[in-house]
């Protein structure tokens, strides 16, 4: 399944995050952006 769906996707993504939910750098760098677009949109 991991080949024939996600693999093809891959080249569509904005941003892939290696080890999955186990990057800490990585899904704190995300969660910064979002707050930032939040904030954005709030203030």
Do not use: C, Q, W
């Not at 904005?14 to 979002?34: K, L, Q, S």
């Amino acid at each position: 399944m991991h080949l024939g769906f996600v693999e093809p996707s891959k080249r569509y993504a904005d941003i892939i995050i290696p080890e999955g939910g186990f990057n800490v750098t990585a899904i704190d760098m995300v969660v910064a952006r979002v707050e930032a677009m939040i904030g954005g949109r709030a203030g």
